[in-house]
């Protein structure tokens, strides 16, 4: 089993900052690639970002020249920088990582998820 726990959501006004967290824990033998999530009411959930375990990224072009992702490998962590936050924004977003366990089974694995809120 792998746990992936997201930190860091909230409340922002419109053009504010905010800095998701993701930290794997459990049967890790070596996480692949990782990501980022959101749904937001009503809709579908739909990938915003995502980066291999050698850091080659992809975003979704609705956050593109705003949001950065990276990763600590030593750490099986995945990190989310927004900047010049939009109120459509506002969604759960949730951590994703395919992951290679002890028994090397392939799974996928999903947070929790963490409430982002922008303001206008």
């Known amino acids: 089993q792998v746990q992936l726990v997201e930190s860091g959501g909230g409340l922002v006004q419109a053009g504010g900052s905010l800095r998701l967290s993701c930290a794997a824990s459990?049967?890790?033998?070596?996480?692949?690639?990782m990501g980022w999530y959101r749904q937001a009411p009503g809709k579908q959930r739909e990938m915003v970002a995502s980066?291999?375990?050698?850091?080659?990224?992809n975003y979704a072009d609705s956050v593109k020249d705003r949001f950065t992702i990276s990763r600590d490998n030593a750490k099986n962590t995945v990190y989310l920088q927004m900047n010049s936050l939009k109120p459509e924004d506002t969604a759960v977003y949730y951590c994703a990582a395919e992951t290679l366990t002890l028994s090397l089974n392939k799974i996928q694995s999903w947070g929790q998820g963490t409430q982002v809120t922008v303001s206008s």
């Open positions: 980066i291999t375990r050698g850091g080659s990224t």
């Open positions: 459990g049967s890790i033998f070596r996480i692949n690639a």
